[in-house]
């Protein structure tokens, strides 16, 4: 009898080991992985999960690299466009289709771009910085429309000239920059394929009354280098 039941143990422990063998042996050598689809050309994160906006362009919006950092669509949509974005696309002008995948402040009609979405998304491309000292400039007009970053904060306004003024949003004074006020503004110019821009220190509705609205703090006058006086501190109240 014992005997039976050793034969009977034995018999099952092949069965099961021949039953769960295929098993055993998957789990010790798991399949390969699949390869994941490519959802966007040099993203690095995945941009297919944001909605996509489409629309014909009016105008590009010039960025202090030369490159277009923007646009403004027929039906009067603002798009921001990280630096470097526009660039993925050479065919992007007034009047093609511009395909983005992004996020809307539908408040202020805005899009913040994220990716170029015509057939595949493809994401911005870091950019060769310019260093480069932008001529001083001036600009003045009425404003036609206010032009934000992507955060949706107030940065600057597009003129009834074709000019675009950008300014700080820390200093943007939304009291000057309103849709049909006049505006002057004293910055920096940039002459680019995409328009004029001025990036203001001084902003006001008149040379007048415009004030200092830069990030950049005034450097106060003094003795100009390699004079006498250059590298003398002068103590409070005056000369010793």
């Given at each position: 009898?014992?005997?039976?039941?050793?034969?009977?143990?034995?018999?099952l422990?092949?069965?099961?080991?021949?039953?769960?063998?295929?098993?055993?042996?998957h789990?010790?050598?798991?399949?390969?992985?699949?390869?994941q689809?490519?959802?966007?050309?040099?993203?690095?994160?995945?941009?297919?999960?944001?909605?996509r906006?489409?629309?014909?362009i009016?105008?590009l919006?010039?960025?202090?690299?030369?490159?277009?950092?923007?646009?403004?669509?027929?039906?009067?949509?603002?798009?921001?466009?990280?630096?470097?974005?526009?660039?993925?696309?050479?065919?992007?002008?007034?009047?093609?289709?511009?395909?983005?995948?992004?996020l809307?402040?539908?408040?202020?009609?805005?899009?913040?771009a994220?990716?170029?979405?015509?057939?595949?998304?493809?994401?911005?491309?870091?950019?060769?910085?310019?260093?480069?000292?932008?001529?001083?400039?001036?600009?003045?007009?009425?404003?036609?429309?206010?032009l934000?970053?992507?955060?949706?904060?107030?940065?600057?306004?597009?003129?009834?000239?074709?000019?675009?003024?950008?300014?700080p949003?820390?200093?943007?004074?939304?009291?000057?920059?309103?849709?049909?006020?006049?505006?002057?503004?004293?910055?920096?110019?940039?002459?680019?394929?995409?328009?004029?821009?001025?990036?203001?220190?001084?902003?006001?509705?008149?040379?007048?009354?415009?004030?200092?609205?830069?990030?950049?703090?005034?450097?106060?006058?003094?003795?100009p280098?390699?004079?006498?006086?250059?590298?003398?501190?002068?103590?409070?109240?005056?000369?010793?």
């Amino acid at each position: 009898m014992k005997h039976w039941a050793r034969g009977l143990s034995v018999s099952l422990g092949v069965f099961a080991m021949t039953a769960y063998a295929p098993l055993i042996a998957h789990a010790a050598n798991p399949p390969p992985l699949k390869a994941q689809p490519v959802m966007g050309m040099n993203c690095v994160f995945d941009v297919s999960s944001l909605p996509r906006f489409t629309g014909r362009i009016e105008r590009l919006l010039p960025g202090t690299q030369g490159d277009a950092v923007g646009a403004i669509l027929t039906d009067g949509t603002e798009v921001e466009m990280p630096p470097g974005l526009a660039a993925q696309d050479h065919t992007l002008r007034a009047g093609a289709v511009l395909d983005v995948r992004g996020l809307a402040a539908p408040g202020l009609r805005l899009v913040r771009a994220f990716a170029l979405s015509d057939k595949m998304d493809v994401c911005a491309a870091p950019m060769p910085e310019l260093v480069t000292a932008a001529p001083p400039a001036r600009a003045e007009g009425h404003i036609e429309r206010l032009l934000h970053d992507g955060d949706g904060a107030l940065n600057g306004a597009l003129l009834n000239t074709g000019t675009v003024l950008r300014v700080p949003a820390s200093g943007a004074r939304p009291r000057f920059l309103r849709v049909g006020a006049p505006i002057y503004a004293e910055g920096s110019g940039y002459q680019t394929a995409f328009g004029n821009l001025v990036v203001a220190r001084r902003l006001g509705p008149d040379r007048l009354q415009a004030v200092h609205v830069s990030d950049e703090p005034s450097v106060p006058r003094g003795a100009p280098p390699g004079s006498t006086g250059y590298d003398q501190i002068q103590p409070p109240g005056g000369t010793e």
